[in-house]
């Protein structure tokens, strides 16, 4: 505040920027937004901010503060000692920030939106300065508290204790309708965190490239019988924050990837980045390259700037079935604020109606739903492979009266409960680290330790791990070829518990030896094991009825937090949208010390654990595979094992029941 910055052009071109936001409030809600914001700040500036953010919150349906936007500094992730902190950990935690506001990371930088239309890491920048300010004057004795964005203080805590937890989006059950998030996120008072956005782990479109590479080679193992893509097309949509990992992970299959996207922005960032290779907004022209494509068995990331329904439409017109496998990564969590875009107008005019008509932008979305699932049943029924890629696709389309349903179940499954849901119920997941000297050859250095770890795993596992194994062997045998890093020098793969905790170790003793120069974080998607519960998504493959319950993800970061994460966070939402989903995430500091090693052997066993015991207890053999493994190697481990109930049975004694109740 001293000096007080001027104000700033009401929106940089140079970025993209976040949809206007339409909450409905009253003018007693409006008054309590500005007043709300107003208390970041001292009396004295209240008469100047007050008609600014009254002006903000008119023209964008949210006060981001736009003035204290810093722009004597460039946003991104420094060198881990170029901030001004009293402890390492905090340090690790500014650079975290920093690269999820990066205008090369994040969709919405000067929005503090990292992701999927409205996933915020803060939500306006008097909290962005506050939180740093903490962060910087913080010792590892105290810890951080973060309410929905909103730096509550510091708290005398001890050394284990976790520098920050995060909460985002914990409304009272009963009022976590999308309308809700609305109202609070424009008072200032909650926020949607996503899952990596607001807990601050956000690697870039890598951070679901691998997990994309996963997901499409096991598609094409299991309905094509082929360990290759080559020749194998995938068609889908988005080209953000995770939707814009689809072409890269298909080219790393050796694949054809067609993914549509309307924001001209988001396909030049894309491109740019080499994540896709090829633009064309003329749909008979990216049918004719399809088909020179699938000639030529060439791996091709093929952007089409238009709908993806005037794309599927298209497709539905050729005699020949051009495509082998379809999902969509439109944000339809978000679907009536700008995470869909009706095919019926441009993304132009599109913007203005959401604007400016709220009801008719919604009956749109409806109406062009309802066209992209009559498509894709076309197809589907001539032989092409589609799922739901955990967006929300299925929910959104049967609410706006699709044709998605099959009596009481949904068409088409979700790739949780098609490929990844046995993976995860083995332990394995995104498993992720980002070096923090900025130095790309400490990033080469851990991929080689990663990679060695697993190699010698691999030898003495059994086959279910040693097949997820190879497939990871191979990903970071060519991750680093494959050019993935934007933001950060960061990486991810697939892991189990015990993979983990020796990578780990094994990165602690380099940073100890000085083979790595600085400290590594190690964290992790949302999307794993343990950390979500999301019954249309990471949980869809629980069958006891227990997929809408949300016990696995908080007791997951209320353990990792006293087992010794450097910070926990706790979400409302992700993925498939607020008041779906229940997640949480970590980070932990390798700083070389005992310290650190003691608590990475501690926290990333239950933080892979928890989740395979609970999935165990739900029936999935691969699960119970795993925990009785962890408990034979593990004697501190024992956990309560289900024993399974004959259907047959079942099915007889309710037979017998109803009988004589009808006598």
């Known amino acids: 505040l001293n000096p007080f910055p001027a104000p700033q052009p009401t929106q940089d071109p140079s970025v993209p920027h976040a949809p206007v ?58 060198p881990i000692d170029s901030y001004p902190a009293k402890s390492r ?73 976790p520098r920050v937890v995060v909460t985002n989006g914990m409304v009272i059950p009963n009022y976590s309708k999308p309308a809700d998030y609305d109202r609070y996120y424009a008072l200032g008072v909650s926020q ?28 094409t193992r299991k309905y094509l019988s082929r360990d290759s893509m080559a020749g194998v097309v995938y068609v889908s949509s988005g ?75 298209r497709l539905t017109q050729e005699e020949e079935l051009l495509v082998e496998l379809g999902s969509d990564q439109t944000s339809l969590h978000n679907p009536f604020n700008g995470g869909y875009y009706p095919v019926q107008v441009s993304f132009e005019e599109g913007q203005s109606i959401m604007k400016s008509d709220p009801a008719r932008f919604k009956s749109l979305v409806e109406e062009s739903l309802c066209r992209h699932v009559t498509a894709i049943n076309k197809l589907t029924q ?27 179940n949904f068409r088409y499954p979700s790739y949780v409960q098609e490929f990844m849901g046995d993976v995860f119920s083995l332990g394995f997941g995104p498993f992720r680290w980002v070096c923090c000297s900025g130095d790309i050859t400490d990033l080469r250095t851990s991929d080689k330790i990663a990679h060695d770890v697993m190699t010698k795993y691999r030898t003495e596992a059994p086959s279910l791990v040693a097949n997820q194994l190879s497939d990871n062997i191979l990903w970071i045998e060519q991750a680093d070829s494959h050019g993935l890093v934007v933001g950060s020098q960061a990486r991810i793969l697939y892991a189990d518990s015990r993979a983990r905790a020796e990578i780990a170790l094994a990165f602690n003793d380099a940073i100890k030896q000085g083979k790595i120069k600085g400290s590594i974080v190690l964290s992790r998607d949302h999307h794993d094991v343990s950390g979500t519960d999301s019954p249309f998504r990471e949980t869809s493959n629980i069958y006891d009825g227990s997929s809408f319950t949300a016990d696995m993800a908080v007791q997951n970061c209320i353990g990792d937090s006293f087992r010794g994460a ?15 989903v229940m997640n949480g995430g970590f980070g932990l500091v390798l700083d070389g010390s005992d310290a650190a090693r003691r608590r990475a052997a501690s926290m990333l066993s239950w933080d892979v654990n928890n989740g395979v015991a609970r ?12 925990i009785d493994r962890e408990m034979q190697t593990n004697p501190g481990l024992k ?25």
């Not at 896709?276 to 907004?281: L, P």
């Not at 450097?566 to 779906?580: F, K």
Request: charged share 20%; aromatic share 10%; glycine share 10%.
């Open 192 to 219: 949607y965190g996503q899952m990596t956005a607001g807990s601050y782990c956000y690697i870039g479109p890598q951070g679901i490239v691998h997990g994309t590479t996963i997901t499409v080679l096991n598609a």
């Open 21 to 78: 936001r339409t909450p409905k409030l009253d003018s007693d809600d409006f008054k309590l937004a500005v007043k709300n914001a107003l208390r970041y700040f001292p009396s004295e500036h209240h008469p100047l901010l007050a008609a600014e953010f009254v002006e903000e919150l008119r023209q964008y349906g949210h006060i981001y503060m736009f003035r204290f936007r810093p722009t004597e500094y460039e946003m991104k992730a420094y």
């Open 615 to 626: 999935r165990a207890w739900a029936g999935n053999s691969n699960a119970r595979f795993a």
């Open 382 to 408: 001539r032989g092409m492979r589609f799922w739901d890629y955990g967006n929300s696709f299925l929910l959104q389309s049967s609410r706006a009266g699709a044709e998605i349903m099959n009596g009481k």
């Open 639 to 663: 956990v309560t094992v289900a024993n399974h109930a004959d259907d047959a049975l079942i099915e007889k004694v309710f037979q017998q029941t109803q009988s004589n109740q009808s006598k």
């Open 239 to 313: 080209l953000g924050g995770m939707s814009g990992a689809q072409g890269k992970a298909t080219v790393i299959c050796g694949g054809i990837a067609v993914i549509a996207e309307v924001d001209g922005y988001a396909i030049k960032k894309r491109h740019s980045q080499g994540w896709v290779d090829h633009v064309t907004d003329n749909v008979d022209e990216c049918v004719q390259i399809i088909k020179k494509a699938r000639q030529e068995k060439k791996p091709l990331a093929l952007a089409y700037h238009g709908n993806v329904v005037t794309l599927w439409e």
């Open 566 to 580: 450097t910070w926990v966070s706790l979400h409302n939402g992700g993925g498939c949208g607020w008041g779906e």
């Open 89 to 161: 950990q905090a340090a690790a935690i500014m650079l975290m920030v920093m690269n999820n506001l990066d205008s090369k990371v994040a969709q919405f930088p000067h929005e503090l939106i990292t992701y999927g239309g409205n996933g915020s890491v803060l939500s306006n920048w008097a909290q962005y300065h506050l939180l740093m300010k903490y962060l910087s004057e913080m010792t590892e004795e105290q810890t951080l508290t973060m309410y929905s964005g909103h730096p509550m203080g510091l708290f005398p805590s001890h050394a284990d204790a």
